[in-house]
């Protein structure tokens, strides 16, 4: 397992690159939701047009139907274009803990060769919230989770068992409200109290601005 902490001017510059290369590669990937990766997704659709030999799962999504402006599916596609994806989405129309039985069948025994993943002010990453029951799962790939921050809404979440099954897990972090955050996922000891510190792929990037890396000691790993 390896953990590479980077502070660079464009971070989702470099996720983009990292998305491409995995487009390029085939396999399977996993993309996250929020405002921070859609400049990303954006631009590895630009350095890679063509994403038919990948199939993208979602890492959360909130329970929404796929129109409405909080789904991340719907954040996914539009932000992707046409690249030719195949997009196995959260059906966010069904209720949660269905969505996750329909969503763990389709995920279970898959393994990600990339999760691109974000971390909130709190810690979390994907829907997996700070001392959350889904931090207990040990079986499924998917699982509801409670509404833990905006937008109030059930979602569902992939589990630790398949994000830490992943190649290369990587974390785009930006802004100053989620400096001390990273820090605690990222250079401290793991706790379920710090969600994002208990997800570790094989390898693991950290790709962070100047406002969200400024407090991480590297010579504190
Ligand atoms: C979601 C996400 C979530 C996200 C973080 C960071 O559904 O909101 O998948 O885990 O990655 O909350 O979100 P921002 O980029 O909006 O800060």
């Known amino acids: 397992m390896s953990l590479e902490l980077r ?68 954040l996914v596609r539009e932000s992707l274009g046409g690249v030719g994806a195949r997009i196995h989405r959260i059906q966010g ?23 691109l993943l974000g971390i909130g002010a709190d810690g979390h990453t994907a829907s997996l919230f700070p001392n959350a029951p889904a931090l207990d799962e040990r079986e499924r790939a ?10 109030f809404v059930p979602r569902v979440t992939l589990t630790l068992p398949i994000l830490n099954a992943a190649g290369l897990a990587v974390f785009l972090v930006t802004g100053a409200e989620k ?17 994002a510190s208990l997800v570790r792929g094989a390898r693991t990037v950290v790709l962070l601005d100047e406002d969200a890396g400024s407090d991480l000691h590297f010579d504190a790993i």
């Open 7 to 74: 502070v660079l001017d464009d971070p989702a510059e470099e996720a983009a690159r990292l998305l491409a290369e995995a487009a390029r590669a085939g396999g399977a990937v996993a993309l996250s939701g929020g405002s921070t990766p859609k400049p990303a997704y954006r631009r590895a659709a630009e350095l890679e047009p063509d994403w038919s030999r990948v199939e993208i799962f979602l890492a959360d999504d909130r329970c929404v139907p796929p129109e409405d402006e909080r789904s991340n599916f719907r």
């Open 93 to 115: 129309e069904l209720p949660p803990e269905e969505a996750a039985a329909r969503y763990d069948e389709v995920v279970r025994g898959r393994t990600l060769d990339l999760a």
């Open 142 to 151: 998917a699982v509801a989770a409670e509404p833990g921050m905006e937008p």
């Open 179 to 195: 400096r001390a955050a990273a820090a605690r996922a990222f250079a401290s000891e793991p706790s379920p109290a710090t969600p």
